[in-house]
């Protein structure tokens, strides 16, 4: 197991949780650590894959973190029961900017289950799903941001390459998909989880870029040669 997915599999109880929203940027940070170089383009699609990944692996946590919080907000309330609350935890993500469809299904279910008061089981769920939701968002913000800067960062490799005389056309071509994808990561970060990189080269126009013009050859050069 990765140093970077041991932060989030921690998250395991509520007291866990609480601790790594006190310091959601540490996922991020242990990620960076764990990238490898990236100097080919099969390299830079295996990195964009873990990257993608790892932004897969905070939505998973957050179903879990859903699922904890719900038992400790409803460990004395039996009107939601277990299916429903996996249900909830599971498509957690999916409420993100919607809670107040969750609050309507959450009271729905509950007045159905009995609850004597079926308004505060709605508000407790939609309190632990703010939470959740915060944390995934504070978590995300610090890959995203990570995405993004080491796109950049590729940018002007990639760039060179395309445009290098002493490779072949094809490998330029697919040298300049590269670099036109990592600027478009580079401007949006989310775009990893689109497809994969392979996938998203293969989708963009072909280009060759213009190689690089070559230096004259000035006096000095000629008397050095003499």
């Known amino acids: ?3 970077a997915q041991h932060v989030l599999d921690q998250a395991y109880s509520l007291e866990r949780i609480e601790a790594l929203e006190a310091e959601p940027g540490r996922y991020a940070e242990r990620l960076a650590a764990e990238l490898a170089g ?3 383009l099969p390299e830079l699609e295996a990195r964009d894959a873990v990257l993608a990944g790892a932004l897969g692996q905070i939505d998973a946590m957050s179903a879990r973190a859903m699922r904890i919080r719900l038992d400790h907000a409803l460990d004395l309330d039996p009107s939601i029961g277990a299916p429903t609350r996996n249900v909830f935890s599971h498509t957690i993500v999916s409420y993100a900017g919607r809670l107040p469809l969750l609050a309507q299904r959450a009271r729905d279910v509950a007045a159905r289950g009995g609850a004597a008061d079926p308004d505060r ?5 939609v309190d632990a799903a703010r939470a959740v939701l915060g944390l995934r968002e504070a978590i995300r913000a610090g890959v995203l941001a990570l995405i993004g800067a080491v796109a950049h960062a590729a940018v002007a490799d990639a760039d060179r ?3 290098d005389r002493n490779l072949d056309e094809p490998t330029r071509r697919r040298w300049s998909a590269a670099r036109r994808d990592l600027e478009a990561v580079a401007a949006d970060p989310g775009r990893v989880l689109g497809a994969a990189m ?4 293969d989708a963009l126009p072909d280009q060759l870029d213009e190689p690089a013009p070559e230096r004259e050859v000035t006096f000095a050069d000629m008397l050095e040669l003499d």
């Not at 089981?121 to 769920?125: L, M, P, R, V």
């Open 1 to 3: 197991m990765s140093a």
């Open 38 to 40: 990236a100097a080919t």
């Open 121 to 125: 089981i709605a508000e407790a769920i």
């Open 161 to 163: 390459r395309a445009r």
């Open 198 to 201: 392979a996938v998203r080269l």
